[in-house]
């Protein structure tokens, strides 16, 4: 008996301190690292229409987050631009810009890529933890002989070229990313939410 009320006493005392939650032993749980972001880009007041997100998937499974202000509400929350953020060791880190307009509007994704296009360019950027490849061509629908060929690899925030090359521009346009030969989107556009 005497030993009962020793140990009711001390899960008293141990239930006071804790506030009776019974987490005596809670876990750490980790930040919210895009939600962080987002907080701060609403404090610092960097969009003028407020803040709009898509979390899609890297090639690699992990979450990445676009951000932007410039989202047409009338076609389904799709976006023209989106800074996209990776999480690295815990913190966001910027990895690129897309913009995507006109006839390549707006910013879609296929399979593990993100696809735009603009003034005659067509990009797909591939995305993984450790870096992100770019692809573009150059030149399309200009009717001129040759378009042209880049591979970028973006790797903690720098840019550099691994290929650069002239294509007939009938190929080019066979392998433009965003549009295919009867002007149908390859990707499904990304649809954005405000935040």
């Known amino acids: 008996m005497k030993n009962l009320k020793k140990f009711l006493a001390v899960l008293l005392v141990a239930a006071m301190v804790t506030g009776f939650s019974g987490n005596v ?10 939600g962080d972001l987002i ?8 969009f003028a229409d407020g803040v709009y997100t898509a979390k ?3 090639a690699s499974g992990n979450d990445i ?4 202000d410039a989202v047409c509400k009338v076609e389904g929350q ?33 399979g593990n890529y993100i696809l735009s296009g603009f003034h005659h360019k067509s990009m797909r950027y591939k995305i993984a933890s450790d870096s992100t490849i770019m692809e573009q061509i150059n030149g399309l629908y200009l009717n001129k002989k040759y378009c042209t060929y ?10 550099t070229q691994l290929k650069r090359k002239k294509i007939k ?14 002007g149908n989107m390859r990707g499904k ?7």
């Open 39 to 46: 907080k701060q880009l609403k404090k610092k007041e960097q």
């Open 78 to 110: 799709n976006a023209i631009w989106a800074d996209v953020y990776q999480n690295v060791n815990g913190k966001a880190e910027l990895i690129t810009t897309i913009v995507s307009t006109g006839s390549g509007y707006p910013i879609c994704k296929k």
């Open 189 to 195: 556009p990304i649809k954005f939410s405000r935040k």
């Open 56 to 58: 899609i998937h890297d």
């Open 150 to 159: 880049t591979k970028n690899i973006i790797k903690s925030g720098k840019m």
């Open 65 to 68: 987050l676009l951000v932007t």
């Open 25 to 34: 032993c809670r876990a750490k749980t980790k930040s919210d690292v895009y």
């Open 169 to 182: 521009a009938k190929i080019a346009e066979k392998m433009d990313y965003y549009i295919d030969k009867n």
